[in-house]
């Protein structure tokens, strides 16, 4: 697994949700692709779960921590954990529950 990406930009300003418990910075590469390396706190009271939606198909790699997730039109939750992904449509949206920091990289692929 690659734990650098080489001669990339980083926005500057991140992208938050939920009072900044979840955050990433987009990271832009010379063949105009781009990837979202984000970080996400634990599920608590305040916020049991939390819900994404999406505008083109992403891969969501798993790099550290474990989670629940169901995507739009799965009946229940998928337990992952780092070194896994899963893949969500575009115009869609998923839900993750976890108990502990998720670090993760999204792969935008549309």
Known sequence: MTTTYDQVSVVKNATTSYDGRCSSHT???????????????????????????????????????????????EEEFTYYRAGQAFVVAGDSSFTLRTDQIVQYICHLEG
């Open 27 to 73: 990271v832009l590469f010379e063949d105009g692709s781009k990837k979202m390396l984000g970080v996400i706190l634990p599920c608590d009271e305040n916020v049991r779960e939390y819900e994404f939606a999406t505008h083109t198909s992403e891969r969501m790699e798993i790099t550290s921590g474990e989670c629940e997730v169901k995507i739009t039109g």
